[in-house]
């Protein structure tokens, strides 16, 4: 062991920076990180052994225990439970013989839950060994379960490849990009270097000043508008600048990272090198969510070509620019996906949202400007570069131009991505996804609102509906409340990242208080609770995921008011919620006594 | 000396060096800003949420917030008092807080906004989580029962090279509180001292001795939290 560790960590130079990096290829060689292997990191970072433990126990897909030499991550967003996830999880239980959040006794098969992976046009679906199974019934668990115990390699697993780039031998995988509608700036054909080619023949200045002409928005949710930010960050002094593009998608109901990085990768990072250049930066990081790891030796393998066509690298296209993409890989957080939460995980730290001010733009990476973009903002300002502002500005509604990248799913014929003119109607949406009998639609995912039918004549853009591009549609025969909501909610609790008072203790006791309703007892006090408490999240955290982690609760009270009132007894004022003859029952039944209540 | 910059606290008129954060310049006016997680000459946290104040009508902790010229800050306004009660009673009920039995009691600065706010029992309910106490180095227990997640210990003790004694684990509501236990092994009394002294709350207490200090004689039995920030104008 002592030599793998060494071998890892001289790879990396013994940069505490990269314990990410360092992290991941000890488990990858070992399954796990334990009490030894880290000792040996902590010894070779010189930095103390419960820094390394911090780091290790803070992401999900690291473990200091073995998980099984096959590991199954299975995906339970509310999506994957619509569309039978809790089926297939039975059957991954019965036939493997063990709990979820376990391993089996012979330590050959582990079973785990996992927050969405991106992939909730083709759910239920798992990650297994790094390699994603979509649209699994409990058919296919027998016999994936039977494979593992015949001792088969992962990858031989799958039979059939997916639509486009999936089939590519670096990647090799059974997911399909589902695009279903394309537009004229993202899905459509690209020819690599046509964007910077115009931009490394102005001055950086101009290319600053062309963004912002085009009044592009971050795609990554917030919609700050990116021309200016990348005039902050000229401004700022530091000693270097740093790009990073943002590929957590980590909001539930988010998959178009999936098909930009699938189908159009050069796309993504000649939007990283036109940033770099704008900025004047050397370095770019590209921050890939760990669920997309089957993405990592064909993203490698196209940067490797970008290098040696001199898209990157010394004086680029002759043109005297320096600059280079590294990949980092995250280790299942979503949090992580919140841009100083992202700068610490590039900087081999637990993804803990940093206060600001300072903001990246100011103190980023290495405490050095840096400009987080998410990767569909800087994948369109190749086509703004190449086709002008105005062009751009053509499309899309008044306070936001262009197009926008839609990741459909839930419960509709045709979940997938649509590339969309801001400004659409979310009826024309659920047409063109092919849904009917739509009871509510959660416009940017858990983080977002819930709307019902009254308020589907509403448009997505920054004026009125803004999104990150996830769209769930819920249709009439789903418990809103118990299916979504709660659901919601879990995954707040799993992913906040704890450090703020309210957002790691006020979640579970929402939580608590819901299922009360659920359960018959809840009285007109509690949802009353539920909104004053929802609101002090909004007021009180340091970061958007505890901001908004009420959200499911809080839209739903607004919006679909009347559910919670079916719900609540009306005959009293107060219900303790507690059943004590439910408390008892055990009890009475050991000692053979009835309760005399 | 440098230009101070002016700004106002509730309508009263304070002064602060450039870049000083608003709690701290508020504390140099002789303005208490209720909070937890600061502590004097410490990297700011930010992550208790009880000094939050509001400016221009945002929501911002003070002990990260530095000051601007002409910034107009509300403090002690009742919405602001009504969170920061919150977020206290918040911290009774996730933990296992039964202060009669604690060593720090009457230090506690926990205890004591819970005094100043007069808490009487918590609005929330409790959660009664499993905690792991860690009595395992040589000089110190580690109540995590009691840990509000403050961070003061994992910024201020380090050993000689820099390296942390404390850190956290995990995330989210299983968040908690890390020794190094081979650092801990090399603890002077001095260190231990230390930080049993910044830990806000009893979570971190020096074995082989306490309640040298009666209770009733201790720091916030006599006088309420905050009390000592006077006005110096
Ligand atoms: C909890 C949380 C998660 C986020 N996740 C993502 C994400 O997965 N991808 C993304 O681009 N932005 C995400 N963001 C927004 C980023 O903080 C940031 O605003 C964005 O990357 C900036 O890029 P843009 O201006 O191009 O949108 C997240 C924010 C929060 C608060
Ligand atoms: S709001 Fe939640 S996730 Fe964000 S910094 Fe605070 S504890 Fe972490
Ligand atoms: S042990 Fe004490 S000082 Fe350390 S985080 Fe917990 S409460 Fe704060």
């Known amino acids: ?79 994957a439970e619509m569309m039978g996830r809790s089926d297939v999880a039975a059957a991954f239980e019965r036939e493997a013989g063990c709990k979820f959040g376990s391993v089996t006794e012979d330590g050959l098969i582990g079973l785990y839950d996992t927050s969405c992976i991106g992939m909730n046009d083709q759910e239920p679906a798992a990650i297994i060994n790094g390699k994603v199974f979509t649209n699994l019934t409990s058919y296919d668990v027998k ?121 159009y990768p050069e796309l993504v990072f000649e939007g990283m090198i036109i940033a770099g250049y704008a900025i004047e930066a050397q370095e770019g990081i590209l921050y890939l969510r760990e669920e997309y790891e089957y993405m990592l030796a064909y993203l490698e393998a196209v940067l490797k070509g970008m290098r040696e066509n001199n898209l990157l690298g010394e004086n680029i296209l002759g043109k005297g620019f320096n600059y280079d993409i590294r990949i980092q890989l995250g280790a299942g957080a979503y949090v992580c996906g919140e841009e100083s939460a992202l700068i610490e995980s590039c900087e081999g730290k637990r993804g803990e949202p940093r206060n600001r001010p300072p903001f990246p733009v100011q103190k980023g990476y290495m405490q050095q400007p840096s400009v987080v973009n998410n990767a569909e903002t800087l994948a369109s300002v190749v086509k703004i570069l190449k086709n002008g502002a105005d062009w751009y500005t053509m499309r899309g509604s008044r306070e936001s131009t ?27 949406i659920l047409d063109m996804a092919g849904a009917d009998d739509v009871q509510a639609v959660q416009v940017g995912g858990p983080s977002g609102e819930c709307i019902g039918p009254k308020e589907f004549k509403r448009t997505i853009c920054f004026e009125d509906l803004p999104t990150g591009g996830s769209i769930i549609i819920i249709g009439n025969k789903r418990n809103l409340i118990k299916d979504v909501v709660l659901n919601f909610i879990d995954f707040f609790i799993e992913e906040s990242c704890g450090s703020c008072a309210p957002c790691r203790t006020l979640p ?79 009890s009475c039944e050991y000692v053979g006594r009835k309760p005399n209540l | 000396m440098a230009e101070k910059i002016k700004f106002t606290i509730d309508g009263k008129e304070c002064y602060a060096e450039q870049g000083q954060t608003i709690l701290a310049a508020a504390l140099d006016n002789g303005v208490y800003i209720p909070s937890l997680c600061y502590l004097k000459d410490l990297i700011p946290a930010g992550s208790c949420r009880i000094c939050n104040v509001k400016v221009s009508g945002r929501f911002m902790t003070a002990c990260t917030t530095p000051v601007n010229d002409g910034m107009e800050v509300e403090n002690n306004t ?68 009691r840990c509000i997640l403050c961070k003061r210990c994992i910024r201020s003790i380090k050993d000689e090279s820099g390296k942390s004694l404390f850190a956290f684990k995990k995330r989210g509501n299983k968040l908690m509180i890390n020794l190094d236990h081979e650092l801990a092994a090399t603890m002077t009394d001095e260190m231990a001292e230390e930080a049993m002294e910044i830990c806000p709350v009893g979570s971190i207490l020096r074995k082989e001795k306490g309640f040298d200090q009666p209770i009733g004689h201790r720091k916030f039995d006599k006088q309420a939290i905050g009390s000592d920030i006077k006005s110096v104008i």
């Open chain 1, 1 to 79: 062991m002592r030599n793998a560790v060494q071998n890892i960590l001289k790879k990396f130079g013994n940069d505490r920076g990269r314990l990410m990096d360092i992290l991941k290829g000890v488990q990858s060689e070992l399954g796990f990180v334990n009490e030894e292997a880290k000792k040996l990191i902590a010894e070779g970072l010189d930095m103390s052994y419960v820094d390394v433990e911090q780091t290790l126990s803070f992401y999900h897909f690291f473990t200091d225990s073995s998980r099984g030499k096959y590991t199954v991550y299975l995906n339970n967003s509310a999506v």
């Open chain 2, 78 to 145: 009742p919405e602001l008092e009504e969170l920061r009660k919150s977020i206290v009673e918040m911290l009774f009920v996730s933990g296992n807080h039964f202060c009669p039995a604690c060593e720090k009691s009457g230090n506690c600065e926990l205890q004591a906004l819970a005094y100043k706010y007069q808490m009487m029992v918590p609005r929330f309910p409790y959660i009664f989580p499993e905690k792991e106490v860690d009595p395992s180095s040589p000089k110190l227990f580690i109540e995590r029962n």
């Open chain 1, 143 to 263: 016999d994936l379960v039977a494979a593992m115990r015949s001792g088969k390699v992962v990858s031989d697993l799958i039979t059939k490849y997916g639509d486009g780039k999936n089939s590519d031998g670096l990647i090799k995988a059974m997911v399909a990009n589902n695009i279903r509608k394309s537009g004229d700036v993202l899905l459509t054909s690209h020819k690599a270097g046509e964007g910077m080619v115009k931009a490394l023949d102005m001055e950086p200045a101009e290319v600053v000043d062309i963004v912002k002409a085009s009044y592009l928005r971050g795609r990554g949710g917030a919609g700050f508008p990116t021309g200016l930010k990348w005039d902050f960050c000229r401004k700022s002094n530091g000693e270097v600048n740093f790009v990073l593009c943002n590929c957590d998608e980590g909001e539930p109901g988010t998959f178009k990272e999936r098909i930009l990085l699938t189908e």
């Open chain 1, 402 to 428: 262009g197009t926008k990248l839609l990741s459909v799913s839930g419960d509709c014929k045709y979940p997938g991505v649509y590339e969309i003119e801001w400004g659409i109607r979310v009826r024309d």
């Open chain 1, 508 to 586: 579970p006791i929402m939580k608590n208080r819901l299922e009360k309703i659920l359960n018959g007892h809840g009285v007109m006090q509690d949802v009353k609770d539920l909104e004053q408490w929802g609101a002090k999240m909004k007021m009180a955290n340091r970061c958007g995921l505890g901001q908004t982690a009420a959200n499911p609760i809080l839209s739903t009270i607004r919006n679909f008011r009347e559910k919670y009132e079916e719900l609540i007894r009306k005959d009293v004022d107060f219900d303790s919620g507690f059943d004590l003859a439910a408390a008892v029952a055990d």
